[in-house]
């Protein structure tokens, strides 16, 4: 048996299903979750000792791989000088500087701990700045464990919210709604009938929890010109796509302007850290400048914003994101061509440095498509990787992340992988 099936029995004596996050426990894919040790680069290694190829990356914060050795540096360097103070550093502006350069919407950000913080501050700024209790959000679409957010749609063009979770009271699951991701014209139907009630839509530019589903041309769009219509916030979910798709994150390559922006993973280079900002005008309603409360004892830590810090700055080099794309593309075209030679129906989609891998023949545009992939040939598949050194998200619904330290061995390794996996489904 393996050093991680040991380890694995030991965390469930303490542990809720031995995982600190439910994704963690290998439930989509069955069998027990892996330990890991340590990680360098585009490898991560087990309790066991065995090295993968890792294209989770900490579910999407390793943009620069593992341990980069400036990342470490930074930190060590930092660590020195003391591990919290809950008090202003200069890192926190140089931080906040950094971050309104560099996603264009944003006049103003405030600093938290993780992407479910940033997701439900910038819902209960949205409430609070338009006095109204509504909000739009899209099956499929995952926000954090946010109550409002963890409210799943029914069928039907207006489904009035039906908790994810129990503990999520019915009465504020009410007030969210759920639509279908890249829909516009249930967006327009729900917005005609019930506009000015709306606080805000938050949509993930690019779905990531659904697997990997870009929107459509015009999806973006519309629901900027319907939120300007309506007076409701336009809220980017970026946890995942912010400094992963493009510099700028999805708004950047979209050309979408939204009036605030949550952001996690990237931004904190592997430490806990995320954040909400927006027009100046939303952002100047925050306590203290504003009467909407949000606050944290460990918001802006200076050994997380050391860490992120470096990671922007290394981010900004010139060609990051044209050879992180480059990667990427490679290593789908890859995958498809193998897959179409072992005669298996497989389609994938890529933004940037974030992909997904979808066993079906079609295109896969939104959350029913993605549902109806085969389930099992994703099982047979991620533990044939798994045995092969290449460690894939333990669920079909989730987005694979690439890192500039990925290169032509990592890929080659990956292909060869893929092909004795796909050779094994075709049997
Ligand atoms: N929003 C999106 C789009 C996410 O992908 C995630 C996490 N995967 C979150 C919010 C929540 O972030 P965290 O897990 O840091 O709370």
Redesign the pocket.
Known sequence: MSRSHDLFQAAQRHIPGGVN?PVRAFRGVGGDPVFFDSASGAYAIDADGKRYVDYVGS??PMILGHAHPQVIAAVQERIQKGLSFGAPTELETTMADRVCELVPSMDMVRMVS??????MSALRLARGYTGRDKVIKFEG?????VDSLLVKAGSGALTLGEPSSPGVPAALAELTITLAYNDLEQVRETFAEIGNEIACIIV?AVA??MNCIPPVPGFLEGLREICDQYGAVLIF?????GFRVSRGGAQELFGVTPDLT?L??VIGGGM?V?AFGGKREIMSRISPLGPVYQAGTLSGNPIAMAAGLKTLELLSEPGFYERLSATTAKLLAGLQARADAAGIPFSTNQAGGMFGLFFTGEKVTNYAQATTCNQDQFKTFFHAMLERGVYLAPSAFEAGFVSMAHGETEIQATLDAAEQSFALIAR
């Open positions: 996050s579910w999407g993780s992407g479910t913080e940033a997701t679409c995952y926000h954090g464990h993930e990531g929890n979910d970026e946890v995942m796509t949550a996690g993973k806990p995320g």
